[in-house]
């Protein structure tokens, strides 16, 4: 053990080490989906709100993320227009609460991120891209 109680690589036994790796990927995902969470946001409907913001204009809608659209809508962060004169096209634009919510999503999950580079700040990063290519 080193003096911060984690167990050196070369002692960690390979089956344990990959249900540490999964249960980290897990809780990493959750603190990301809370911290969007607390803003009414899932990762999906941040993505969504990001790509409107950075279109700056209407974005057609798809039928894979009809129902997203109809939540976003729904909390007042996107509007739908429908186009008759192409019908059955359906657009979405942003609304001022959606370009609010989605900076403050941004800046949460960029503080996530600097969160998480902290606490591999220590690591051979290298070392552990490699392991990671190897599980790919």
């Known amino acids: 053990m080193t003096p911060t109680g984690v167990r050196p ?21 959750v603190r990301l989906a809370e911290a969007l969470g607390e803003l009414g946001l899932s990762p ?3 993505d ?9 204009e209407s974005l057609r809608v798809d039928d894979d993320v009809r129902e ?18 192409t019908r059955p096209r359906v ?9 609010t919510r989605q900076r403050a999503g941004a800046e ?17 990063g290298a070392a552990v891209e490699r392991a990671l290519s190897a599980l790919r």
Do not use: C, K, W
């Not at 709100?49 to 700056?56: D, G, I, P, S």
């Not at 657009?91 to 959606?98: D, M, Q, V």
């Open 91 to 99: 657009t979405i634009t942003l609304t001022a609460l959606g370009a």
């Open 44 to 46: 999906a409907g941040l």
């Open 108 to 124: 949460r999950l960029a503080a996530a991120y600097r969160q998480l580079a902290r606490a591999l700040d220590d690591l051979d």
């Open 9 to 29: 690589a070369q002692e960690t036994r390979p089956r344990s080490l990959v249900f540490q790796l999964l249960g980290t990927a897990h809780s990493v995902t």
């Open 68 to 85: 997203l659209v109809v939540m976003l809508e729904r909390d007042g962060l996107v509007r739908t227009v429908r186009n008759e004169a």
């Open 48 to 56: 969504l709100l990001t790509r409107l913001a950075q279109a700056r």
